[in-house]
């Protein structure tokens, strides 16, 4: 993990847009990951949101987190095995994004899709991605998408500033953040 300290994430998101989430006794959390959601926590935009309908009976809670198992029953969706357990953090852009308890690995599952992508290595590599993603937007919102390269520029050093702490969220090409990207680059966020 890398450390993202609570001020990083306030300062990028504002007070309004973190979600924290408590640590119980009895969470199958990894520790440092429970730390890290109950003291940093996750940051909400325009392409991220950890705000599930907590009314939504469908959803188990264990200790308090959905697991995917429960909203893939609830779809009529088979769940894979290895990822019954995993819990929902929330969702990017048009996919479920949930975390394996287990190690802190945090994966993507393509909105109507019941197969996985690795997204990032831990959930410290997430919300850095969160935090450059949310710096870039205020450079790129307004640039014409080909006037000499500029959106090119910046969606690029985008993806060179993610890469240089987690590898993973490019390791496919069709991952949501090589998605998100280029569809940055073509001009439609923004």
Same mark, same amino acid.
């Given at each position: 993990?890398?450390?993202?300290?609570?001020?990083?994430?306030?300062?990028?998101?504002?007070?309004?847009?973190?979600?924290? +989430?408590?640590? #119980?006794?009895?969470?199958?959390?990894?520790?440092?990951?429970?730390? +890290?959601?109950?003291?940093?926590?996750?940051?909400? #935009?325009? +392409?991220?949101?950890?705000?599930?309908?907590?009314?939504?009976?469908?959803?188990?809670?264990?200790?308090?987190?959905?697991?995917?198992?429960?909203?893939?029953?609830?779809?009529?969706?088979?769940?894979?095995?290895?990822?019954?357990?995993?819990?929902?953090?929330?969702?990017?852009?048009?996919?479920?994004?949930?975390?394996?308890?287990?190690?802190?690995?945090?994966? #993507?599952?393509?909105?109507?899709?019941?197969?996985?992508?690795?997204?990032?290595?831990?959930?410290?590599?997430?919300?850095?991605?969160?935090?450059?993603?949310?710096?870039?937007?205020?450079?790129?919102?307004?640039?014409?998408?080909?006037?000499?390269?500029?959106?090119?520029?910046?969606?690029?050093?985008?993806?060179?500033?993610?890469?240089?702490?987690?590898?993973?969220?490019?390791?496919?090409?069709? #991952?949501?953040?090589?998605?998100?990207?280029?569809?940055?680059?073509?001009?439609?966020?923004?």
């Amino acid at each position: 993990m890398i450390s993202i300290t609570p001020s990083q994430v306030l300062a990028s998101f504002g007070l309004t847009c973190v979600t924290y +989430f408590p640590r #119980s006794a009895d969470s199958h959390m990894r520790s440092e990951v429970a730390h +890290f959601l109950s003291d940093v926590g996750l940051p909400e #935009s325009s +392409f991220f949101s950890s705000r599930l309908d907590l009314e939504d009976e469908t959803l188990e809670r264990g200790d308090g987190n959905p697991t995917l198992k429960a909203a893939f029953d609830a779809d009529g969706a088979e769940c894979p095995l290895e990822a019954e357990r995993w819990e929902i953090l929330g969702v990017f852009n048009y996919a479920t994004i949930a975390i394996d308890p287990s190690d802190g690995r945090i994966y #993507s599952f393509p909105e109507g899709e019941e197969n996985y992508t690795a997204m990032h290595a831990d959930l410290s590599s997430f919300v850095h991605s969160l935090i450059t993603l949310e710096r870039g937007a205020s450079e790129y919102k307004g640039l014409p998408v080909d006037e000499e390269g500029q959106r090119a520029r910046v969606v690029e050093r985008i993806r060179r500033q993610i890469s240089e702490v987690d590898e993973t969220p490019f390791s496919d090409e069709n #991952s949501e953040w090589s998605r998100l990207l280029e569809e940055i680059g073509f001009g439609m966020w923004g």
